[in-house]
């Protein structure tokens, strides 16, 4: 009675494997939801890969990693004086993005390691030209520099250009370091910067491509947990609405507490998403909401919005209705879903 994530061990480490192959200096981000598989569990396989570096993405997500992997813990957001979850031992790399802040852990006196974001066109956190040159000469034995970091968007087309530029701007501040963590390059552009700067280490920090590379590996299936017939006009659910015509109400596992009906907002880019986005707020406004769960080769339409641990679709007369106990298959983000369990082969 559960939703459930099916992996397929084989295909998944072999493409882990193969990531590593081609990036051997890689650095598995562990963070958030654990990309559905957990953090513990991602910990853990990264330790299996080998690598000396994890990256997570808050100081609160240390403890699920630091037990499960020995090496280097890279904190993603950038240190802060106020944050109260900080640990400070020789495993953790603290990121850096002002001037301010560097000093505050120069003045800690327990030799942290750091890690100096530079800005990029995301313009999130990082430092200015200007501000990574200061840096530069305020570090002293008081911290230990581990790299610089490049946090580059996800945007179509190359960031070629853009990295170096900035990278540019890495080797005139005159650092003591020659590692570049970089995130969101493509292989070639990879390529392309080791070319250009054969004498400095580029270290890709890889999430997605990593863990949800190879998504025939994996599937997502929820369990059927009630059939209910229903004839036009009957009602049902927690908002007492009127089942459209005959069909069968379906109760299946996954709900809001999964992630179940939860939808980040979408930058709709180009016109065919706008489409999209228009079509699917018709359906919406009409009380038609299509769900993630596939029965008889098609999306069902919610009966109601999504309770907190179940689902209840409508299933229109005529199509096949699945038994109590069956698995449907159901499409969901991974970096938002959270399953009941995870099965790996």
């Not at 590379?213 to 009127?242: I, K």
């Not at 679709?313 to 959270?338: H, I, N, Y």
């Amino acid at each position: 009675m559960s939703l459930s994530l099916y992996v397929d061990g084989d295909r998944w480490r072999s493409h882990l494997r193969s990531v590593m192959a081609t990036h051997p200096t890689l650095v598995p981000v562990v963070k958030g939801n654990g990309y559905g598989f957990g953090n513990g569990r991602l910990a853990r396989k990264a330790a299996w890969l080998g690598v000396d570096t994890v990256a997570v993405g808050t100081y609160a997500e240390i403890d699920d990693v630091r037990t499960r992997f020995d090496g280097r813990i890279l904190v993603l957001t950038p240190w802060r004086p106020f944050e109260q979850r900080v640990v400070y031992d020789d495993r953790i790399v603290h990121t850096v993005s002002r001037t301010a802040d560097l000093a505050e852990l120069l003045a800690r006196g327990d030799r942290p390691r750091v890690v100096l974001e530079r800005m990029t066109s995301m313009r999130r956190h990082g430092l200015s030209a200007r501000e990574l040159r200061e840096a530069a000469g305020m570090l002293t034995h008081a911290v230990t520099l581990e790299g610089v970091a490049l946090h580059l968007p996800m945007a179509h087309g190359s960031h070629l250009a853009e990295t170096e530029r900035l990278m540019t701007d890495v080797v005139a501040a005159g650092l003591p370091t020659r590692t570049v963590y970089v995130s969101h390059l493509t292989d070639g552009e990879l390529a392309a910067l080791s070319s250009a700067y054969p004498e400095y280490s580029l270290r890709p920090r890889v999430g997605t491509d990593l863990w949800l590379g190879d998504r025939g590996a994996l599937s997502v299936r929820a369990t059927v947990l009630d059939a209910h017939p229903v004839e036009r006009g009957d009602v049902f659910g927690y908002r007492g609405r009127s089942a459209p015509k005959s069909g069968t109400i379906l109760v299946v596992s996954g709900g809001t507490a999964n992630g179940v009906g939860l939808e980040a907002p979408s930058a709709a880019d180009t016109l065919r998403q706008r489409a999209v986005s228009l079509a699917k707020g018709g359906l919406d406004a009409a009380g038609f909401v299509r769900s993630p769960f596939t029965i008889g080769g098609k999306q069902r339409l919610f009966a109601e919005p999504p309770h907190m641990q179940a689902s209840m679709l409508f299933v229109p007369s005529g199509a096949p209705v699945p038994a109590v106990g069956d698995e449907v298959d159901v499409r969901v983000r991974f970096t938002t879903t959270a399953f009941d369990r995870t099965v790996v082969s």
